[in-house]
């Protein structure tokens, strides 16, 4: 939990609580699009999102059903995440990020909030944690990604420990050979691993399956490339996980599912949107 995280809303009736962007992290349909789809408050400002208990706010959702075990777990992330948020009574909506002597926020210094105050002391020691938040890509999916990386993501493997599905049901969505793991979606799948060759291949690069993710971001992070180069070869590690994520999750709820090329070419228009060049340099 953040526990100086304060963010000075004003009164709340003029912003949505799930589509406009009024937390750091990002848009909360975007962060939580799961629970967005059961809200029953979408469309709500934050002052109908909540109630006052005398000077404490109470932050209170409903949904359209009753939510499994694995949602629920991601209505107290929500919790987290706004613990220390609340609307006043005294003055119009407006943000201000604590943690920056500027008022401004910034990835960097939401990083370092969380590194200092949510995580564990093993965890903030990897020097990736501190190489997620650079603001190159959207929060979230620095987000996600840092999520993947400290092993918080829920996939199925860690549904099972917490005995949210059956230990029947663990198999990887992609490609229904072996238990998914966070190391097995994002890396060792045999349909991720192609889009991660993609990439080697488009920057000239030979690579040998890394021991774990965090090896993995870092191994990729620093590997001396053109400066030229730099930029779009790190955000290239972003836009795999996060579209990863989106296919594994289209497949699991939607029931849809892409081909292998245009599972790699999304990872590319993705890198080309967030870096604002062609990331195989054509």
């Not at 526990?3 to 992290?25: A, K």
């Not at 934050?46 to 000077?55: A, E, Q, S, V, Y």
């Not at 938040?133 to 840092?146: F, Q, S």
Request: hydrophobic content about 40%; proline content about 3%; some cysteine.
């Amino acid at each position: 939990m953040i526990s100086g995280l304060s963010m000075e809303l004003g009164n709340g009736r003029t912003i949505q609580f799930w589509e406009d962007r009024w937390l750091p992290p990002g848009v909360l349909k975007d962060i939580f699009p799961r629970l967005f789809s059961v809200s029953t408050l979408q469309g709500s400002v934050i002052r109908d999102c909540g109630f006052w208990d005398g000077l404490e706010w109470i932050w209170s959702f409903q949904w359209r059903r009753e939510l499994f075990q694995w949602e629920l777990d991601l209505v107290h992330q929500l919790h987290e995440l706004l613990q220390s948020v609340k609307p006043t009574t005294e003055k119009e909506n407006g943000v201000v990020w604590k943690f920056d002597k500027t008022g401004v926020y910034s990835t960097a210094s939401f990083g370092k909030v969380l590194q200092a105050e949510v995580l564990p002391e093993e965890i903030t020691s990897y020097s990736f944690t501190r190489a997620v938040w650079k603001g190159l890509v959207p929060p979230r999916v620095e987000l996600l990604t840092w999520f993947v990386l400290i092993g918080r993501v829920n996939t199925k493997d860690r549904l099972c420990r917490f005995r949210v599905i059956a230990q029947q049901d663990n198999r990887c969505v992609l490609c229904d050979k072996a238990e998914e793991t966070a190391f097995h979606l994002f890396l060792e799948c045999e349909t991720t691993w192609k889009v991660w060759c993609a990439w080697l291949l488009a920057l000239g690069r030979q690579w040998s399956l890394p021991g774990t993710l965090n090896d993995h971001f870092e191994s990729w992070t620093e590997l001396s490339v053109r400066k030229v180069d730099r930029k779009k070869w790190f955000i290239g590690f972003f836009a795999v996980i996060w579209t990863t994520w989106l296919e594994r999750n289209g497949r699991l709820f939607r029931d849809h599912t892409s081909s292998m090329e245009d599972i790699i070419n999304r990872s590319f228009r993705y890198s080309e949107k967030w870096s604002g060049v062609d990331p195989i340099g054509c």
